[in-house]
């Protein structure tokens, strides 16, 4: 699976949550060397305001539909995580399967009230595995037990079945037909495996019930593992196919990929490298964006962002432009039905990372330059845009390096 988490020990994981932002001091550095040399910035086109959260000092937003759920994590004082639900105005703590840290990680869209996410339950893990959901969670809780994907729906969390034989699975979207998408275990021993992974996994759809049932989906041929990322309405699904490796994406994302009427297409054959080939969002048009792999950087520390489109293909999308150090890594996380797409810009060191926006072009706006000035904290990442253009990430206060889920709401044009 592909972590969208920007560390370098163990590695970047299949669900860049970008942990690298932890990184307060720098960022605040680099924010204030930021607003000594910024030019005169255009008229604020976003009010942006902080979630509330459980206690602790980090939060993300990672999803946000067109009823304005925004859905993602928050950090308990004993630093445990548990999924998070903010609507309304209002906080809801999603709980648990049973364990200490639970996550909505990537962007659900559907406005049917249903939620998924992963979940660690009270069960220990039985060979030892880290699992996919490991790099999500917080230390010292995030290893040691069975994690499942979960679907939240009616006020209440339930666990969604792995493949026979397997232990642990893992859910990322669902649409509004009541069709939910991840990976799970199978109960093979794969030799192809790495670090603490053991078995192999699939790309997963449950079809809720009751009861929920599991279906894999095809792999690219010679490929043995791989994960669905998203779906929409249409039932096309996104994902990634390789070998099993860490179960955090890199080659296991060795082929992005579209399902669509049971059959798997590589959607960027030509990628620069075989590894970190992640799609993370499709719109209901079948417009898909993600992340691929730099071909210097097996670790994934540089990422490029792309969208596909049926008609044209692969486009790059690239880093802001005349930063100081300059940006190379790209990641795109979130795009709506006006072919808006939200993600993040960095650095090689991921020292100073950027929400930002591209709008229907090859470079993108830092979202920081778009805010009303009364906001003062530091958009870091941007995870999700729904059809109103409102956007959810993660952004940094510059003084206490405190990590918060926020909301930023297009402000009205006269």
């Known amino acids: 699976m592909t972590t969208l988490l920007k560390t370098k020990i163990p590695s970047r994981s299949l669900f860049t949550i970008l942990i690298a932002f932890c990184c307060g001091a720098a960022l605040a550095q680099a924010h204030a060397q930021a607003q000594g040399t910024a030019k005169a910035k255009p008229k604020a086109q976003y009010n942006v305001s902080n979630l509330a959260s459980l206690g602790g000092t980090s939060s993300g937003g990672n999803s ?5 759920w925004v859905a993602g994590y928050s950090r308990l004082p004993d630093r445990n995580r548990h999924a998070t639900l903010w609507r309304n105005s ?10 200490p840290n ?5 962007n659900v869209k559907n406005t049917a009230g249903i939620i998924v996410g992963i979940s ?14 490991a790099a999500f969670y917080s230390t010292p809780n995030n290893v040691g037990y069975i994690n499942l994907g979960f679907v939240w729906q009616n006020n209440q969390m339930r666990r969604l079945p792995p493949f026979p034989g397997g232990n642990n699975g893992f859910a990322t979207g669902a649409n509004n037909l009541g069709q939910v998408v991840g990976w799970a275990e199978n109960g093979v021993h794969d030799p192809n495996c790495c670090c603490t992974q053991v078995l192999q996994f699939r790309p997963a759809v449950w079809t809720l019930g009751p009861p929920d049932q599991i279906q894999d989906l095809p792999l690219i041929p010679g490929d043995s593992s791989g994960a669905a990322t998203a779906i929409n309405d249409n039932g096309q699904i996104v ?27 590589d959607i960027y054959p030509d990628a620069p490298a075989p590894w970190w080939n992640t799609p993370t969002a499709i ?20 990422l490029h962002a792309f969208i596909w489109t049926k008609d044209n293909g ?12 300059e940006h190379v ?43 009303a000035p009364s906001y003062s904290a530091l958009l870091a990442s941007a995870k999700d845009i729904n059809n109103k253009g409102e956007i959810t990430g993660r952004a940094v206060d510059p003084i206490t390096g405190v990590l918060t889920a926020y909301l930023a709401v297009p402000v009205s044009q006269p």
Do not use: M
């Open 64 to 68: 946000i539909n067109d009823q304005t």
């Open 90 to 99: 209002s906080l809801l703590d999603l709980g648990t399967l049973g364990g």
């Open 102 to 106: 639970s996550s909505v990680t990537w």
């Open 120 to 133: 660690q339950t009270a069960d220990p893990q039985l060979l030892g595995e880290s699992w996919s959901s």
């Open 239 to 265: 994902g990634i196919s390789g070998i099993c490796d860490q179960a955090v994406g890199r080659h296991t994302a060795k082929h992005a990929v579209l399902w669509e009427n049971g059959t798997v297409t």
């Open 283 to 302: 719109n209901q048009h079948g417009d898909v964006v993600g992340f691929a792999g730099d071909p210097a950087s097996v670790e994934g520390e540089i």
């Open 314 to 325: 692969i486009k790059v999308l690239k880093p802001l432009r005349g930063r100081v150090p």
């Open 329 to 371: 890594d790209s990641e795109a996380y979130g795009i709506n039905e006006a072919g808006q797409v939200v993600g993040v810009s960095c650095d090689a060191e991921q020292n100073d990372c950027r929400a930002v926006i591209w709008d229907h072009g090859v470079y993108p706006t830092d979202l920081n330059d778009l805010k």
